[in-house]
């Protein structure tokens, strides 16, 4: 096919440890353009740019999906975790890897470029996606792509409610449907929802996502300069232990004290966001869009006394981190 040769080119880069600025930069340039012309979407028209409203969530548009491709490390390590998510699993079993993508968007970017290193034979995809546009965009790259036999099946849903039918058993369950302190988006009620339905080996990738406190550097806020530590961590242990209590969908309350004025440098407290994708592949601060910190205020002084902050994470009517300032 005309762009295996391409595609395994791009593969070679981006699992490469060394790949970083501008050969990383122009690779992810020529992996796009791929993508683009195998899909024909319009990334400037009106319907690819609107997104759907779950009501558990936003599922961004297919324009914003795509592009996230730019988001130059976020891809290339999402990929070498994936990659080494499928090596793993055919190390300890034989048989074909079956990898569920929940919220492919219009490309299956993180999966395709696996088809060069990989037989339809030694790797599958179901992939699921509820925003029609891209619904029908992932399906065209690839058939464009000549790649139609890698997939186990196409499934127009929501990820947070789909109930997994029978079939070929699942191995790795991949979604990356996020923004920064899991605001907004889906990750959280899409792993809810399929984790508890798998096998207790199946991996999740990313396999664990932290959301901490800290404080950043006064000046510039490009530097962290303390963590205080978690206040939210997603993954197959919390989704285990997750157990709503009654009228209400929220994650248990976490109360995270704040260390006295004078004891830390000050400066702005942050949400700050780091990603284990799998198999050392990780994103930290300022790395991602998906890991840049969200200030939440200045550091607490006399006049202005903080003691901790409760955290919940809710699922309704919106995923958000909620936070109550303890001042006794």
Known sequence: MPHHQNLAD????????????????????????ILLT??????GGEEEMDCVHT?????????????????LLRTK??????????????????????????GTGPWATLFLPLTSRFSAQELRVTCIEINGGSYASVQRTFDQLGLSDYVEAF????????????????????????????????????????????AEDVIMVPERIIVSLGVLEDETNRFVRSDFGPVFTLDKATLKAYLPITGSLDFPTFRLPVPLPGKTPEGPLALLTTIQVFGGQNLTHYESGLTNPQIIGQY????????AIDFTYQL?????LEMAFIND
């Not at 961004?60 to 592009?67: E, N, Q, R, S, V």
């Open 10 to 33: 791009i593969t070679n880069v981006l699992l490469d440890e060394q790949t970083r600025g501008d050969l990383l930069s122009e690779t992810l340039d020529q992996y796009r353009d």
């Open 300 to 307: 607490p002084t006399t006049d202005n006394p903080l003691a």
């Open 38 to 43: 195998a899909s024909g979407i319009d990334l």
């Open 55 to 71: 009501g558990a969530g936003v599922a961004i548009g297919t324009t914003w999906a795509a592009l996230c491709i730019d988001d």
């Open 316 to 320: 309704e009517p919106t995923p958000l």
């Open 77 to 102: 390590r999402f990929v070498s975790g994936l990659y080494q998510a499928v090596v793993s699993t055919k190390a300890r079993r034989d048989g074909p890897v079956h990898i569920l993508y929940a």
């Open 155 to 198: 499934i127009q849903t929501d990820a947070a409610t789909h109930v997994i039918s029978g079939g070929t058993p699942i191995d790795i369950m991949l979604t990356e449907t996020m923004q920064y302190c899991l605001i907004d988006e889906m990750q959280v009620p899409i792993a809810l929802n399929l984790m508890r339905q798998l």
